[in-house]
């Protein structure tokens, strides 16, 4: 069992810079891959990002390419999305999610187990 809690949402201008955190619980969490994704008013949830168990893999979303990193620190039992030059189109609730131990990161947000409350990131135009 993981739980996750999201913090660091908040309002930025276009063009700015947040960084969500993820901390999760469960003796688990160095073996889940973890993902990021984002829900707009009226539209679907979408994948952002995601990254292996050991970090050494990532995938993103095409227009987020470039501008989010995600990132994990193992021994603290988070995951971070730094997210820069924000554009007004980022705008949504941010999820964090987690697999179940030992498979691979995908994009796909069904086959993610366990997801945290969400945390909402507003950019300005």
């Known amino acids: 069992q993981v739980q996750l809690v999201e913090s660091g949402g908040g309002l930025v201008q276009a063009g700015g810079s947040l960084r969500l955190s993820c901390a999760a619980s469960g003796r688990t969490f160095s073996r889940n891959a973890m993902g990021w994704f984002r829900q707009a008013p009226g539209k679907e949830r979408d994948f952002v990002a995601a990254?292996?168990?050991?970090?050494?893999?990532?995938y993103y979303l095409g227009s987020v390419k470039g501008r989010f990193t995600i990132s994990r620190d193992n021994a603290k039992n988070t995951v971070y999305l730094q997210m820069n030059s924000l554009k007004p189109e980022d705008t949504a609730v941010y999820y964090c999610?987690?697999?179940?131990?030992?498979?691979?990161?995908?994009?796909?947000?069904?086959?993610?187990?366990?997801w945290g409350q969400g945390t909402q990131v507003t950019v300005s135009s």
């Open positions: 999610a987690a697999k179940r131990p030992s498979l691979p990161p995908t994009a796909l947000a069904y086959e993610y187990e366990y």
């Open positions: 990254i292996s168990w050991s970090g050494s893999t990532t």
